[in-house]
């Protein structure tokens, strides 16, 4: 059973179009992440939310949009994407504050 | 704000042998937990150790350990017995129970040389 899952693995799309990243964890966790990897690696968190509630949401243009039905799941919406989103993105769930943050297989997004 | 630095882009090891990975952290915060996350090629991101900053003892897990360091603000990774399969981007990470946030630092890149 995979504990954090993210589909697609990949996309690839047109600039100007919107699009949906989906990830839904199977371990009860409370808290849960939006990452964004750049080309040079860097991990810069974008958003948190505990139990449904945005707790952090960092300077992200407000194109993306995060959006969580239950607390099982973390969807992330991006609208009129540029060529600067291109990254992966990374899902990841915790309980904090002892335990590990368990992070998805993550998202290659690839914007031409 | 909280700010991870690791400040060794690239390093390589020999097979078998040791290698150290440095992390310096800057907070003001007295609580706080410190990770060290390994990325290899596959992407997955994998916890190799955890270290809670009220414990005084350092962490470890099998061939890996940690060095650290509160008054200085320094966690740096010790591997022991490099192995190939080691090979990878490794993360150190601060996780803020104020703010409830894990931010990381920029990343090493680890060769294990055969």
């Known amino acids: 059973d995979t504990a954090v899952s993210q589909t697609p693995k990949y996309l690839v799309t047109q600039m100007g179009n919107d699009k949906s990243i989906k990830c839904e964890q199977n371990?009860?966790?409370?808290?849960m992440y939006w990452y964004k990897q750049d080309s040079k690696k860097f991990l810069k968190i974008m958003f948190s939310y505990n139990n449904k509630e945005l707790i952090i949401n960092e300077t992200v243009p407000n194109r993306f949009s995060p959006k969580s039905p239950d607390k099982a799941h973390l969807n992330l919406h991006i609208n009129s994407l540029e060529l600067g989103d291109s990254a992966v993105y990374f899902c990841?769930?915790?309980?904090?504050?002892?335990?590990?943050?368990?992070f998805g297989q993550g998202t290659r997004l690839t914007v031409v | 704000a909280q700010t991870v630095t690791q400040s060794q882009p690239e390093m390589s090891v020999q097979e078998a042998e040791t290698v150290t990975l440095s992390c310096t952290y800057d907070?003001?915060?007295?609580?706080?937990?410190l990770f060290w996350y390994k990325q290899p090629p596959s992407r997955q991101m994998i916890l190799v150790i955890r270290q809670e900053a009220y414990k005084q003892q350092n962490a470890t897990e099998n061939r890996f350990s940690v060095n650290f360091q509160k008054a200085a603000k320094s966690f740096s990774l010790k591997i022991s017995d490099s192995q190939l399969g080691d090979t990878a981007m490794y993360f150190c990470?601060?996780?803020?129970?104020?703010?409830?946030?894990?931010?990381f630092g920029q990343g090493t890149t680890l060769q294990v040389k055969p």
């Open positions: 907070t003001s915060e007295n609580n706080y937990y």
């Open positions: 990470a601060f996780y803020s129970s104020n703010t409830g946030k894990l931010i």
């Open positions: 990841a769930s915790s309980l904090p504050p002892d335990t590990e943050a368990f």
């Open positions: 371990l009860g966790h409370d808290t």
